[in-house]
């Protein structure tokens, strides 16, 4: 009688055993696929930054999806408004930041 708890024991760590690993391996797979979805809703957002933005009406948001724009760019651009020419961002954001932008953005 021994020996058929020991080995009902011993069944029973190995169903708990082989359970987390798979829990393990699920986790891992739902991950992978979390990701895949996020990396996808940001190329959408980012097809989307393919129109240009008016630097005369944009908010500070739309204005940091610009590459290099950031937070304090983004600022800066909207505290020297109004502009007549894209090319007044030059002094603005810097020459290597326009360079970047300069196809992305518009004055209207």
Known sequence: MEN????NNLNFILIIIVSIFLGFV????INKSSNNIN???NINATAKTED???INTATQK??????SVGEVKA???IEKRPYKSINELV???????????KDKVEVS
């Open 62 to 67: 739309q204005l940091e999806i610009l590459p």
């Open 91 to 101: 002094d603005v954001v810097g020459e290597k930041t326009f360079i970047v932008i």
């Open 4 to 7: 058929k708890d020991k080995k």
């Open 39 to 41: 990396q996808s809703v």
């Open 52 to 54: 240009k933005i008016n």
């Open 75 to 77: 600022k800066k651009i």
């Open 26 to 29: 699920i986790g891992i797979v």
